[in-house]
């Protein structure tokens, strides 16, 4: 898998606000964690979640597109080009554009339980807290490949393991191996759809920006 083609600008515009809108925009918890899931929150906004008119075919492929931006936590512009990125690649878009995501250096940290969001663990790398085969990488973007090792600054060692504590019962998916003792993860395998604790259809997407 090529590093090279996606870059991250720390710079770019993001939404600052409230997280929990972003699920309720979208109608799913963007987040595996309890202000995320509440059903009360996923309430749709205004008197009784009313949504108005039904969503016609490009709303609905809208929709499901923004899921997976807010879940990985990327930009339109940068969404795109994971999305041309997949469609270049052999193989099936959907499935591709997916590993694409799940390979990101912040979504690893996610995966893994060694932060409690995706947000928090953007922060954790751009911050020079994370290493990558020895090497510190502070782009969240960065694209991990099968057999790096991630590992963390000692001085993080006491924050991230709080993050495991309040994350009891987290499952780490099979294409990563965890030491929790030693704070290290390996990539053993590219992520597969089966992995993901994700419930998106990448068809509508890739229909649409056809």
Not at 87 to 109: A, I, W
Not at 203 to 208: D, P, S
Request: charge should be positive; include cysteine; proline fraction near 6%.
């Amino acid at each position: 898998m090529d590093r090279g083609p996606i870059q991250s600008d720390a710079r770019m515009a993001r939404y600052l606000g409230p997280k929990v809108k972003l699920s309720r925009r979208v109608g799913v918890p963007i987040a595996d964690i309890p202000k995320h899931t509440s059903k009360r929150q996923l309430n749709p906004p205004g008197q009784h979640g009313f949504r108005g008119r039904r969503p016609k075919d490009y709303g609905i492929r809208k929709d499901e597109k923004q899921k997976l931006r807010y879940h990985y936590n990327v930009m339109e512009k940068q969404f795109r080009r994971y999305v041309d990125e997949a469609t270049r690649r052999p193989g099936n878009t959907g499935e591709l554009l997916l590993q694409l995501l799940e390979c990101r250096l912040d979504n690893v940290l996610r995966r893994s339980g060694l932060t409690r969001t995706v947000w928090a663990a953007r922060q954790m790398v751009v911050h020079g807290h994370v290493l990558v085969n020895g090497k510190k990488v502070d782009r969240p973007s960065y694209a991990i490949k099968v057999g790096d090792e991630i590992t963390l600054r000692e001085r993080i060692h006491s924050l991230a393991r709080d993050n495991m504590e309040s994350l009891a019962g987290h499952m780490v998916p099979g294409w990563l191996s965890m030491n929790p003792a030693e704070l290290t993860v390996k990539v053993v395998a590219n992520p597969t759809s089966d992995q993901i604790p994700f419930d998106v259809n990448t068809n509508l997407i890739v229909e649409f920006y056809r």
